[in-house]
T-cell receptor, first 113, second 111 residues
Framework: DTEVTQTPKHLVMGMTNKKSLKCEQHMGHRAMYWYKQKAKKPPELMFV???????INESVPSRFSPECPNSSLLNLHLHALQPEDSALYLC????????????FGPGTRLTVT | GQQVMQIPQYQHVQEGEDFTTYCNSS?????IQWYKQRPGGHPVFLIQ?????EVKKQKRLTFQFGEAKKNSSLHITATQTTDVGTYFC???????????FGTGTKLQVIP
């Protein structure tokens, strides 16, 4: 199984809402990532979890809160987002955190109204 | 911070023509990866290069890593409509965990 799953596929939320994005992999990978991708732009790294510990936070605003409950799951909690946060949010995983290819999920298309 | 630029930004080719995208990093890379993203899809890993001057081939795709490990290229021979998508290089510096994606090259193949 080389699949990374993400739910939901689409999400529309207001600026006062609280929502969560979920990501799951069953490949035994020990590194998991959150990326943000705006239209016609490359993925931008937000967070890296290595062995279930947050190892990189790319100066992401606190309205985005990551969580790694176990080695297979990654969540991104959203609160008080802005319209400019609308984007495709991609989750990825890799076997290790330094030299291995990343497997991406299909992403969650987020619209903030 | 590290910057990774790709040229061209867009490329339209007739089916059967060749295509090349170039990737240039502002810093020396420990390795470089290439990904393909189809329209409406997510990035899919193609290959990783680690050694200076390394060349790898996958059928019609040829990947090169520069001698100075600051640039890379992807060449597609005899493009097909299935090659349509955006090609990203992604570089990693030193032992750092972070992979920086290049700006991408969007390939359109005209049948």
């Amino acid at each position: 199984d080389t699949e990374v799953t993400q739910t939901p596929k689409h999400l529309v939320m207001g600026m006062t809402n609280k929502k969560s994005l979920k990501c799951e992999q069953h490949m035994g990978h020990r590194a998991m990532y959150w990326y943000k991708q705006k239209a016609k732009k490359p993925p931008e790294l937000m967070f890296v979890y290595s062995y279930e510990k947050l190892s990189i936070n790319e100066s992401v605003p606190s309205r985005f809160s990551p969580e790694c409950p176990n080695s297979s799951l990654l969540n991104l909690h959203l609160h008080a987002l802005q319209p400019e946060d609308s984007a495709l949010y991609l989750c990825a995983s890799s076997q290790g955190d330094r030299t291995y290819e990343q497997y991406f999920g299909p992403g969650t298309r987020l619209t903030v109204t | 911070g590290q910057q990774v630029m790709q040229i061209p930004q867009y490329q339209h080719v007739q089916e059967g023509e060749d295509f090349t995208t170039y990737c240039n990093s502002s810093t020396t890379l420990s390795n470089i990866q290439w990904y393909k993203q189809r329209p409406g899809g997510h990035p899919v890993f193609l290959i990783q290069l680690v050694k200076s001057g390394e060349v790898k081939k996958q059928k019609r795709l040829t990947f090169q890593f520069g001698e100075a490990k600051k640039n890379s290229s992807l060449h597609i021979t005899a493009t097909q409509t299935t090659d349509v998508g955006t090609y990203f290089c992604a570089g990693r510096s030193g032992g750092y965990q972070k992979v920086t994606f290049g700006t991408g090259t969007k390939l359109q193949v005209i049948p």
